[in-house]
């Protein structure tokens, strides 16, 4: 790995909110004593009431996690009502379509009427307070208004990504039993259209087997596409603002809570149902957004994640318009209508910071530096990626190329379960290192421990926990605080354990190497193998299958099955095509296999057990070091799966 060492730029230094005098001076106050540490910066929201107490968390026992818990306050109100006076007419969001012909600027004043209205529709049709409600959207500005009018009054929304398949959509629905759901007639992407309603009315029809009765679909017109229509229960968005009022007073919330519910995959079984809270988490994503791009009044961000993910959420949504700040939502896809576009759309709006995803680096890379190159980008002044393990190839074209060398790239780990950044760079105060995500922002005590889970000091490589908690944290999975308990706090007892595999340097910097689990991390998706076997094993042909990552070029990880077929079925190409598509309409395209091998048997230790260790091995093409075969019940099957492999270099 690169240790090259880019010292912070006398630019970035110059007017940063944060200094490296100041973050280590605030970091040893965050730890020392964290209760006044938050108590001053939970102020920088506005409470209805006032909290009086600041920290109650415990990683023991049935661990229960709260922040603020006396106070009240919206999100909301916090997000557009509070910057009214001062901010009305500024732009809150810019929006810039697929089609690069199509965008348009919503100032804060006609963010606080949309919401307004959009909150009232929800409350005519019986939305309440605690109330689920599914948000299956593109990326339009009508999904913002979604999640804040919810917020408004108190409903809980769970965001579903767009990408996802109307099965995945109904597991969603059912799990938190959310009877009105919020979509599109169609999402537009890279020119092609994602019939979202369509999905929607056949995600319906799997929860009503489930006895989830949807009682309304709001829908958005994006592309006046045809759709079906269920007259009692469809309702038109257009139609709908109209009849309601432009004012909605935002409900008191307690800071605990709950704002939204957020579906995310884990090493074992279905997805799980992170559950993020009020005030806490606001006032992380807010400080976070704040220090670690250094958001200066008036910078034009752009953060290029679907708020179909967690960082939609708390950095193109919460966090940047909690700080009043304008926040561009872009519907398209980097390399539509050319490889220029993400430069195209930083000239054409002088984006100041602009945060991006690893796997679009290295898309973008590969197409050469000339569409870059011909774009000026002069109004770039802080870099960012997040999402997966930045390979230093990729961070010094992002710095160079991208950069120019004039701007510092904030390398963020963070995760859906974290709530906001907590691995990071402040871009005035960090020396870089490509590669690295360097060092905790306030208030967050990573630690390395080995497989024992023996604390490791210094320099080492190890399992990254955190060992005590921050105001962005999760609270539990949506109706099971059992499986919370035992997925974060019991692999190693008393501390949040991240499923991250990570080092430290000699300077203390924190080098994430990956997931340790079986979850994969693909083009910065999140998968769990155990979701990826469950769709395969669901076709007619397959008896057993097994699924493992591999080094992938382009998407980081890609997706390695192995199939094991019905008992007198011939693997073939086309057999091949049909499991790809199979897995594509169980979960989505984002799940798409990348390499099928049929495999007769598959190693298994006497007691039943896949040894995915082997697996990995032969995915990677490295069977020379397969370890200790002798404990599998049939070592011959190795031989075959060698054989066969799919990934002969
Ligand atoms: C990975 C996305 C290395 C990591 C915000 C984590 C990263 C998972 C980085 C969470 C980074 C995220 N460097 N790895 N800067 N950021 N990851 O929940 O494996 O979609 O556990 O949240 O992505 O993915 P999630």
């Given at each position: 790995m690169s240790e090259k060492v880019y010292p912070v730029l006398p630019s970035a230094k110059k007017n940063?909110?944060?200094?490296?005098?100041?973050?280590?001076?605030?970091?040893?106050?965050?730890?020392?004593?964290?209760?006044?540490?938050?108590?001053k910066h939970g102020k920088r929201i506005d409470w209805f009431k006032p909290y009086t107490k600041v920290k109650n968390t415990s990683f023991e026992g049935k661990v229960a996690i709260k922040w603020f818990e006396d106070g009240q306050t919206n999100v909301s109100y916090n997000c557009i009502d509070r910057h009214l006076k001062k901010r009305g007419d500024q732009v809150a969001i810019i929006?810039?379509?697929?089609?690069?012909?199509?965008?348009?600027?919503?100032?804060y004043n006609e963010l606080y009427e949309q919401v307004c209205r959009l909150a009232n529709v929800l409350k005519k049709h019986g939305v309440k307070k605690g109330d689920r409600v599914t948000i299956y959207m593109p990326m339009i500005v009508e999904a913002t208004y979604a999640m804040l009018a919810c917020a408004r009054i108190g409903a809980v929304h769970s965001v579903v990504f767009g990408g996802f398949s109307p099965d995945a959509l109904a597991g969603r629905i059912i799990d938190c039993e959310s009877t009105f759901v919020i979509t599109a007639d169609e999402g537009m992407r890279g020119g092609k259209p994602i019939p979202l309603k369509d999905n929607t009315d056949k995600a319906i029809d799997i929860a009503a087997k489930h006895h989830v009765m949807v009682k309304n679909v709001l829908v958005v017109r994006r592309t006046g596409g045809k759709t079906s229509w269920a007259p009692n229960r469809d309702l038109w968005y257009h139609e709908e603002i109209l009849s309601v009022k432009p004012e909605c007073k935002p409900e008191k919330m307690k800071a605990e809570d709950p704002l939204f519910i957020l579906y995310t995959s884990g090493s074992t079984g279905k997805p799980k149902g992170v559950l993020h809270t009020t005030g806490g988490y606001l006032v992380y994503a807010s400080m976070t957004h704040q220090y670690v791009f250094d958001y200066?009044?008036?910078?034009?961000?752009?953060?290029?994640?679907?708020?179909?993910?967690?960082?939609?959420?708390?950095?193109?949504?919460y966090g940047p318009l909690a700080n009043g700040a304008t926040t561009l939502m872009f519907e398209g896809v980097p390399n539509y209508p050319t490889n220029s576009r993400f430069w195209e759309v930083?000239?054409?709006?002088?984006?100041?910071?602009f945060y991006t995803a690893p796997t679009a680096i290295r898309a973008l890379m590969s197409a050469g530096d000339e569409p870059v190159k011909k774009t000026s980008r002069k109004s770039l002044r802080i870099l960012g990626s997040v999402g997966e393990p930045i390979n230093p190839e990729a961070w010094e074209w992002y710095y160079q190329v991208v950069g120019d060398k004039r701007s510092p790239i904030v390398d963020t780990w963070w995760q859906t379960e974290t709530g906001g950044i907590l691995i990071t760079p402040l871009p005035g105060a960090t020396d870089l290192k490509p590669g690295s995500a360097t060092r905790p922002f306030?208030?967050?005590q990573p630690q390395l421990v080995d497989n024992e889970g023996d604390v490791l000091e210094g320099a080492a490589d190890g399992n990254l926990c955190i060992t005590d908690s921050w105001p962005g944290q999760m609270r539990t999975l949506y109706g099971d605080h059992k499986r919370f308990i035992e997925a974060y706090f019991s692999t190693y007892k008393g501390k949040y354990f991240t499923g991250d595999g990570c080092r430290r340097d000699k300077d203390g910097y924190y080098w994430i190497t990956g997931r340790v689990d079986d979850v994969l991390n693909v083009s910065g998706h999140r998968m769990g193998t155990?979701?990826?076997?469950?769709?395969?094993?669901?076709?007619?042909?397959?008896?057993?299958?097994?699924?493992?990552?591999?080094?992938?070029?382009l998407k980081g990880q890609g997706i390695y099955c192995y199939v094991t077929l019905m008992a007198g079925l011939e693997g073939s190409d086309e057999l091949r095509k049909e499991l790809v598509a199979h897995v594509r309409k169980e979960i989505g395209p984002i799940a798409s296999p990348d390499k099928i091998q049929f495999a007769p048997g598959l190693p298994k230790t006497r007691s039943g057990k896949i040894m995915r260790r082997i697996l990995r091995k032969i995915a990677e093409d490295d069977f020379g070091s397969l370890g200790d075969t002798s404990t599998l019940a049939d070592p011959a099957v190795v031989d075959d799966l060698i054989a066969n492999r799919q990934n002969k270099k």
């Amino acid at each position: 790995m690169s240790e090259k060492v880019y010292p912070v730029l006398p630019s970035a230094k110059k007017n940063a909110l944060i200094d490296n005098e100041t973050y280590l001076a605030w970091y040893k106050q965050s730890i020392k004593d964290p209760e006044k540490f938050w108590a001053k910066h939970g102020k920088r929201i506005d409470w209805f009431k006032p909290y009086t107490k600041v920290k109650n968390t415990s990683f023991e026992g049935k661990v229960a996690i709260k922040w603020f818990e006396d106070g009240q306050t919206n999100v909301s109100y916090n997000c557009i009502d509070r910057h009214l006076k001062k901010r009305g007419d500024q732009v809150a969001i810019i929006w810039e379509g697929d089609n690069p012909y199509l965008d348009k600027k919503v100032t804060y004043n006609e963010l606080y009427e949309q919401v307004c209205r959009l909150a009232n529709v929800l409350k005519k049709h019986g939305v309440k307070k605690g109330d689920r409600v599914t948000i299956y959207m593109p990326m339009i500005v009508e999904a913002t208004y979604a999640m804040l009018a919810c917020a408004r009054i108190g409903a809980v929304h769970s965001v579903v990504f767009g990408g996802f398949s109307p099965d995945a959509l109904a597991g969603r629905i059912i799990d938190c039993e959310s009877t009105f759901v919020i979509t599109a007639d169609e999402g537009m992407r890279g020119g092609k259209p994602i019939p979202l309603k369509d999905n929607t009315d056949k995600a319906i029809d799997i929860a009503a087997k489930h006895h989830v009765m949807v009682k309304n679909v709001l829908v958005v017109r994006r592309t006046g596409g045809k759709t079906s229509w269920a007259p009692n229960r469809d309702l038109w968005y257009h139609e709908e603002i109209l009849s309601v009022k432009p004012e909605c007073k935002p409900e008191k919330m307690k800071a605990e809570d709950p704002l939204f519910i957020l579906y995310t995959s884990g090493s074992t079984g279905k997805p799980k149902g992170v559950l993020h809270t009020t005030g806490g988490y606001l006032v992380y994503a807010s400080m976070t957004h704040q220090y670690v791009f250094d958001y200066h009044d008036g910078d034009i961000y752009w953060c290029t994640a679907d708020v179909g993910w967690v960082t939609g959420h708390s950095y193109i949504v919460y966090g940047p318009l909690a700080n009043g700040a304008t926040t561009l939502m872009f519907e398209g896809v980097p390399n539509y209508p050319t490889n220029s576009r993400f430069w195209e759309v930083i000239d054409k709006h002088k984006v100041n910071i602009f945060y991006t995803a690893p796997t679009a680096i290295r898309a973008l890379m590969s197409a050469g530096d000339e569409p870059v190159k011909k774009t000026s980008r002069k109004s770039l002044r802080i870099l960012g990626s997040v999402g997966e393990p930045i390979n230093p190839e990729a961070w010094e074209w992002y710095y160079q190329v991208v950069g120019d060398k004039r701007s510092p790239i904030v390398d963020t780990w963070w995760q859906t379960e974290t709530g906001g950044i907590l691995i990071t760079p402040l871009p005035g105060a960090t020396d870089l290192k490509p590669g690295s995500a360097t060092r905790p922002f306030f208030g967050v005590q990573p630690q390395l421990v080995d497989n024992e889970g023996d604390v490791l000091e210094g320099a080492a490589d190890g399992n990254l926990c955190i060992t005590d908690s921050w105001p962005g944290q999760m609270r539990t999975l949506y109706g099971d605080h059992k499986r919370f308990i035992e997925a974060y706090f019991s692999t190693y007892k008393g501390k949040y354990f991240t499923g991250d595999g990570c080092r430290r340097d000699k300077d203390g910097y924190y080098w994430i190497t990956g997931r340790v689990d079986d979850v994969l991390n693909v083009s910065g998706h999140r998968m769990g193998t155990a979701e990826v076997e469950s769709a395969l094993v669901s076709h007619d042909t397959v008896s057993e299958a097994a699924v493992v990552g591999y080094p992938h070029d382009l998407k980081g990880q890609g997706i390695y099955c192995y199939v094991t077929l019905m008992a007198g079925l011939e693997g073939s190409d086309e057999l091949r095509k049909e499991l790809v598509a199979h897995v594509r309409k169980e979960i989505g395209p984002i799940a798409s296999p990348d390499k099928i091998q049929f495999a007769p048997g598959l190693p298994k230790t006497r007691s039943g057990k896949i040894m995915r260790r082997i697996l990995r091995k032969i995915a990677e093409d490295d069977f020379g070091s397969l370890g200790d075969t002798s404990t599998l019940a049939d070592p011959a099957v190795v031989d075959d799966l060698i054989a066969n492999r799919q990934n002969k270099k």
